[in-house]
């Protein structure tokens, strides 16, 4: 089983998920006991299986299999829970629900300590908060987990010198190095991002891992968007888009957000890809880059914001002219006070405003509450 799973794990370096999910399948199959069942170790294959799915967009089915997964793990070899919770988090966030994704992350940063085995889990958890956090807007704690990375004289593996010899520690670093890009271009600086993408790209390249060839593309193609270069955005990008489209990538695109939705819709309707960047922008949750479909709060008379508060974000708001503090909001709606504070921070972008006050006032206005 476990060779299986090596297997598996090859297949996804090398961008191909549908025979990595073949090999997962088999997988699951041959880790059975004497009467039938399903052994702790089938956990693995499980949460990898659910990774796919996860990238294929699959999201119901994606979390089912991580929580029978979970739940494999229960009794015996909980230190794989780790990587469990860490995919179980990014379903949550893709669905929208962040406190759900904060919850599965705090379960896998709660793993890692516990399980004080390698450094490497606490590199790949940290990692993975430090997406979420940028994902919720919170520039300023991603910048502090950067900081971090860069004091860090424990990480950076050598790159591997011949195919076959990538440890886990250099697929890591190249994680964070991507998202250490991610940040630089949040914080405006897509010159420096494209100099630390360009620096990892041709490992990749050299050694087939074509995964990694079309998440570095991807950003890429963002720096060029933000430097104001549209032609070298899509030089790069529908390159990236041909190696993607025939093994079905669908988050590696929608988990970037906004920018990438403006890049596909650069894309010329007469592309070879256009059909494929037509579905991915079809997946994207609607938002300000899709101005022919803005929606409206579901609430007659309301006037429509050019970002719509979210479920959880009304929920909050309906609290907010209350003598609740945050903290109090947070325990009234069964979130992390972290997470009140974050729909209270998008709370005041999307209406304007900049105090509590202001909020409710606006709000009012707005036909809100």
Same mark, same amino acid.
């Given at each position: 089983?476990?060779? $299986? ?16 999910? =073949? ?16 052994? *702790?170790?089938?956990?693995? !294959? ?15 089915? +994606? ?8 739940? @494999?793990?229960?009794? !015996? ?17 893709? /669905? ?6 904060? +919850? ?21 958890? +940290?990692?993975?908060?430090?997406? @979420? ?29 011949? *195919? ?7 697929? #890591?670093?190249?994680? /964070? ?13 897509? /010159?420096?991002?494209?100099? @630390? ?36 955005? @899509? ?19 929608? =988990? ?16 070879? &890809? ?31 914001? *050019? ?8 929920? &909050?708001?309906?609290?907010? *002219? ?5 903290? /109090?909001?947070?325990?009234? $709606? ?22 509590? +006050?202001?909020? #409710? ?9």
């Amino acid at each position: 089983m476990l060779s $299986l799973y090596s297997l598996a794990r090859v297949r996804v370096q090398q961008g191909r998920l549908h025979a990595a999910h =073949d090999y997962l399948s088999r997988a699951l199959s041959t880790g059975r006991d004497g009467r039938g069942r399903p052994l *702790p170790i089938v956990a693995r !294959a499980l949460t990898s299986l659910a990774d796919i799915n996860r990238e294929w967009n699959n999201l119901s089915e +994606a979390s089912r299999l991580v929580q029978d997964g979970l739940e @494999l793990t229960k009794e !015996a070899l909980a230190f794989w829970s780790i990587g469990g919770y860490v995919i179980l988090s990014q379903i949550r966030q893709a /669905e929208g629900d962040m406190a759900a994704a904060q +919850a599965a992350m705090d379960a896998a940063c709660e793993l890692a300590v516990r399980f004080d085995v390698t450094d490497l889990d606490d590199r790949t958890v +940290a990692l993975y908060q430090a997406r @979420l956090w940028l994902a919720q807007g919170n520039i300023e704690e991603t910048g502090r987990w950067a900081a971090r990375l860069l004091e860090d004289d424990r990480g950076m593996a050598r790159p591997p010198q011949q *195919p076959g010899q990538m440890a886990g520690w250099y697929v #890591v670093h190249e994680l /964070e190095q991507l998202h250490v890009a991610r940040l630089n271009l949040a914080q405006g600086q897509p /010159e420096a991002a494209r100099d @630390l993408l360009q620096q990892l790209r041709p490992a990749a390249e050299n050694h087939r891992r074509t995964g990694s060839v079309i998440a570095l593309d991807l950003l890429l193609a963002q720096t060029w968007l933000a430097s104001g270069d549209e032609t070298r955005a @899509l030089d790069t990008l529908e390159p990236a888009l041909a190696l993607a489209e025939p093994e079905g990538y669908m988050r590696l695109f929608l =988990d970037e957000g906004p920018a990438m939705a403006r890049l596909l819709q650069l894309i010329p309707p007469d592309s070879p &890809v256009a059909g494929y960047a037509g579905r991915l922008l079809a997946a994207f949750t609607p938002g300000p880059f899709q101005a022919d479909r803005l929606t409206t709060q579901p609430a007659a008379g309301r006037r429509a914001l *050019p970002d719509p508060l979210s479920q959880r974000e009304m929920d &909050v708001l309906r609290l907010l *002219p209350t003598h609740l503090t945050s903290t /109090e909001i947070a325990a009234e $709606l069964s979130i992390s006070p972290n997470t009140a504070r974050f729909h209270i921070k998008n709370i005041y972008s999307k209406l304007a405003v900049h105090t509590r +006050a202001e909020a #409710v006032a606006q709000a009012r206005q707005l036909d809100l509450i």
